[in-house]
Structures are given as structure tokens and as C-alpha cells.
């Protein structure tokens, strides 16, 4: 029995403790009037009221006390503290002190003391939850940032304020746009919940799906996207971003469109570094540009960068290592490619060789000129060398130190040589077939080789047609010779400088990286 009696006398104690925990009590006020309202008594409290519930303190102007209900309605200057981390002001209160919910209203100012404070009008404070929710337009201000949303709420055990609809950051940096986003006001760093647009005060803008932002240390990672420059949209799985290199990583299925050319660039990885204007993309890189309604071009490299610039003439696109280039109606390789966008210029160095119907050119260096999305000229620059084969397999061959080919209906019209000009031509001659019973009379006709023509020339035209070599005009004192076939010996077929690369020529699946076709 007297165990018993212990035990009835400690849950009375406890449940005592707890009900006085629950309790609002007052502590002081300047004045105190008994009322009634609506059959319900409350004591009318004025000047300096002072109202305690654990490590809560509600101070305030005026009061209505609810005492049977745990309840208070207050007016005036409130002012709520809760231990040494929250501050809160506003003009008008009403507390639940059972559920320990604060609605408060006007010129609400919420403050977790030294990370962050929340200006609103209308804010329900939940003390169990420690939370503080607010739904009809409210802002955070830290030392960092900015953010004002339609509704939002704030955890003050985590930090984390979480934003919903027509939510808008900014800093010193940027602005950002977005539905959904979160901000640990401690960590300073933003989590992207829905789709967020961001423009930095240079103009830049970038759009993010998912991923995190650290405002202090002005680094992220994110999943999903598009980051936009001056001049390309760069898209990727991931990006790695640092505002103070300037410097933006994005990973996985990379897709870089030019807004100013009918050209977009994939890869595996993109760099871009803003402060200089350079954006990289490596990995299976490879870039497709629309040359006219019917045809694109595809180049593929180890690197393919831009480099932007205010200037039109520093403006450029590079290619290096690997380049590869398939076009329904031009081939190619090199070791390094430059197109300046300004006069739609290809420049290929290094070892460079370019396939054009059955015609092979080679040069220390190319030159290309697009007009009206076509190719115009190509300038063959030093060793220029250009080769074509024959029904008879021969190889017809064109030698000089410079040439410029000419283009006309997107076919070779003509080539010009300047300098050290030589040229071997094997001239054919067409068979009628002949016509027997067992034979059809639209069969093709066969070829003979008359013999070969030998041309040593400073100067020179070749004349195509169809892509094949139909004339040659020479200029300043010509060597020409004619030689039979009986006379024709093996040395006599190849110019100094002959190379056949055809083994070499790329098919468009080893220059279009991806599984699906741009």
C-alpha cells in the first residue's frame, strides 16, 4: 500500500510539472479588468505585458488573457524570445499555449539569431515542431542572400527554409527564379527542387532541374540543366560549378547549340571558363552544323572548343587531335581544325586530306570558304597535291605549290595551280560494246587507255566535269609530253608526292559519336 502511495504521489508530481509546462502564465501588466465575451471570461491586460510559458516570453502593448483555454490574443508591439537563438515582432498575436502555435500577424519580423531573419505579414509559428511557416508573401535575409516566395517555412532545428511559388533570390552575384527551392541559412547553401533560372550580372543565364549551390564558397553540383553563354547553350546530366574561377563543369551527354550558327557540339564532358570565354567539350566529341535544308556537316575531334569574344574577328571555333570530318559530299581529316565564324573560313593543319566526289587533296595546309552554307573554294597551301582514279583504276594526279579549287552546284569546277604546276592525266577512250544476240544493247561501254599525258607547268587550269578531269589549260612555257602505252613504264605513272589515302576516308559512323543520329 504505501509503495502504492509513493507511486500515485510521483505521477501527481509529474503530471503536476507537466501541466504547468503547458500552462501560460502572467508574469506582469500595468493593468487588469475581468471581462466577458461571448459568455466567456478573459482578463483584459494593459501596459507592459508580460506573458511566460518554459524559455518563451511574450511581451506586449495590450492583452487579451484567456485563462481557462491557455490562451492569449495580444496587441501592439509583441515581442516574442524563445531562449537565446529566437527573436520575433509583430503587431498582433494569438497563441494556443496547448498546441504552443503562434499565429502573428502584420509587420511580422522573425529572427534565428545570427543566421538568418523572416519578414512577412502573416506567420503561424509551430514551437513543437520549431517551425515557422508563412503563406501569404514573406522574405529571408541572410548576410548572403535574399529569397522571397509566396509561401515558405522555416526549420529552426535544421536551418532549412524551404520556398513554394514565385520564388526569387539574390545576392550580389545573381538573381534566381524559381517554383520550389530550399536554403540552409547555416550552411549557406541552396538546394534546387523544381526548375531554377539563374542570371548573373554579366547576363549569363543558366537553368538547373536538381542539385545543390554552396553561396559561400560559390561552388554546386547539379543534376540536370542548361547553362547559357554569350554566344552557345551548354546542356549536360551534371554540372560542377565555381563562381569564384568563373569556371563551369558539365558531365554526361553534353550538348553545346550555337545561337548564332546552325551548329550543335556533343560530348561526354564540357568545361566552360567565363572569365575568358572559353568553352571546351571532350569525350566522344563530335559537332553537326547545317550547311543547307538537304545536307549537314559533321566534325568529330578529341577537343572541340569556342573561344567568345566581343570581337567578330576573335571569334572562333577549334577542333584538335583526331579531327574527322563527313559530309554527303566532303571527307576529311586533320590533326587541327580553326573555323572563324566572321567569313565561315575551315583552316586544317597538320598532314590535312580532303575527299571531295572521287577527288583526293592534299597540302601542308587547307583553306576552306563556305558561302550560302556551301563550299565556295578550297585553298591548297604548300605541297598542294590533288589525286582521282579512273574507271581503269589509273590515278590522274594534279601537282603545285598552291592551288584553289573552285566549286559550282556543290561540285569541283575547276582547280587553279600556281607555282611548280605538274600533272599526270591517262586519256581513255569509251568502246561501243558489241551487240549479239545473247548481248543487251544498253550495256555500258568499255574503256581503253590511249595513253598518258605528262605536263610540267608553272601555271595551270584543270577543268572538271562531273567531278572528273576533263580539260587542262597551261600557262608560261609548258612541258608536255604523250606517252603510248607500249612506252609506259610503272615510274613514269606517279608524281614525286603521291600518296592514294582512300583506306584512310571516314565513313559518317566514325565521325557521329552517338547512338541516335542529330
Not at 10 to 30: G, M, N, P, Y
Not at 108 to 129: E, I, P, S
Amino acid at each position: 500500500m504505501r509503495h502504492s502511495l509513493i507511486i500515485l504521489f510521483l505521477l501527481f508530481l509529474v503530471s503536476t510539472e507537466a501541466l504547468s509546462q503547458r500552462r501560460v502564465k502572467l508574469k506582469r501588466a500595468d493593468n487588469l479588468v475581468g471581462s466577458v465575451k461571448d459568455g466567456q471570461r478573459y482578463d483584459r491586460l494593459l501596459g507592459n505585458v508580460i506573458f511566460v510559458q518554459n524559455k518563451t516570453t511574450i511581451y506586449c502593448d495590450s492583452a487579451h488573457y484567456f485563462k481557462s483555454e491557455n490562451r492569449v490574443e495580444a496587441f501592439g508591439r509583441i515581442h516574442i524570445t524563445e531562449g537565446d537563438s529566437i527573436d520575433v515582432t509583430s503587431r498582433g498575436l494569438s497563441y494556443d499555449g496547448d498546441q504552443k502555435i503562434a499565429h502573428l500577424r502584420k509587420n511580422v519580423v522573425f529572427t534565428k539569431l545570427g543566421l538568418a531573419t523572416l519578414y512577412t505579414d502573416y506567420l503561424d509559428y509551430y514551437r513543437n515542431q520549431n517551425e515557422a511557416r508563412y503563406f501569404n508573401g514573406g522574405k529571408l535575409v541572410d548576410s548572403t542572400n535574399v529569397l522571397t516566395s509566396k509561401k515558405g517555412y522555416y526549420d529552426i532545428n535544421t536551418n532549412v527554409a524551404s520556398f513554394k511559388s514565385d520564388v526569387v533570390g539574390v545576392n550580389e552575384e545573381y538573381t534566381m527564379k524559381s517554383d520550389t527551392l530550399q536554403y540552409n541559412s547555416k550552411s549557406k547553401v541552396i538546394f534546387f527542387r523544381a526548375t531554377t533560372t539563374i542570371t548573373d550580372k554579366e547576363g549569363g543565364v543558366a537553368v538547373y532541374e536538381n542539385g545543390f549551390y554552396d553561396t559561400s564558397k560559390k561552388q554546386s553540383s547539379l543534376n540536370s540543366g542548361e547553362i547559357e553563354t554569350p554566344t552557345y547553350k551548354l546542356k549536360g546530366d551534371q554540372y560542377f560549378l565555381n563562381d569564384l574561377k568563373k569556371t563551369y563543369k558539365a558531365k554526361g551527354n553534353v550538348v553545346m547549340t550555337s545561337k548564332e550558327e546552325n551548329m550543335i557540339i556533343y560530348g561526354d564532358d564540357g568545361d566552360y571558363d567565363r572569365g575568358n570565354g572559353i568553352t571546351k567539350v571532350y569525350g566522344n566529341a563530335y559537332l553537326a552544323k547545317i550547311t543547307d535544308e538537304m545536307d549537314t556537316l559533321f566534325m568529330s575531334a578529341d577537343t572541340l572548343v569556342s573561344i567568345e569574344s566581343p570581337d567578330p574577328m576573335k571569334k572562333k571555333l577549334l577542333a584538335y587531335n583526331n579531327v574527322k570530318i563527313f559530309k554527303a559530299d566532303l571527307q576529311g581529316l586533320a590533326d587541327s581544325v580553326v573555323y572563324l565564324a566572321h567569313d565561315s573560313t575551315l583552316y586544317f593543319f597538320n598532314d590535312p586530306v580532303l575527299w571531295t566526289d572521287d577527288n583526293q587533296m592534299t597540302a601542308d595546309s587547307i583553306r576552306m570558304l563556305i558561302t550560302n552554307k556551301t563550299i565556295d573554294r578550297i585553298f591548297l597551301i604548300d605541297n598542294s597535291f590533288v589525286v582521282s582514279q579512273d574507271t581503269l583504276l589509273h590515278f590522274n594526279q594534279i601537282k603545285g605549290r598552291m592551288m584553289t579549287a573552285i566549286f559550282k552546284d556543290k561540285a569541283i569546277n575547276h582547280v587553279d595551280v600556281e607555282g611548280n604546276g605538274e600533272s599526270v592525266y591517262f586519256a581513255l577512250q569509251e568502246m561501243k560494246p558489241e551487240v549479239t544476240q545473247d548481248s543487251v544493247a544498253s550495256q555500258k561501254p568499255k574503256s581503253m587507255m590511249m595513253g598518258m599525258n605528262k605536263i610540267i607547268c608553272s601555271n595551270m587550269k584543270i577543268n572538271f566535269k562531273e567531278g572528273k578531269v576533263n580539260n587542262i589549260s597551261f600557262y608560261i612555257q609548258p612541258d608536255a609530253s604523250f606517252i603510248p602505252p607500249a612506252e609506259l613504264e610503272e615510274g613514269d605513272k606517279r608524281l614525286r608526292g603521291f600518296s592514294w589515302r582512300v583506306k584512310e576516308k571516314p565513313e559518317k559512323s566514325d565521325v557521329v559519336k552517338s547512338k541516335t543520329e542529330p
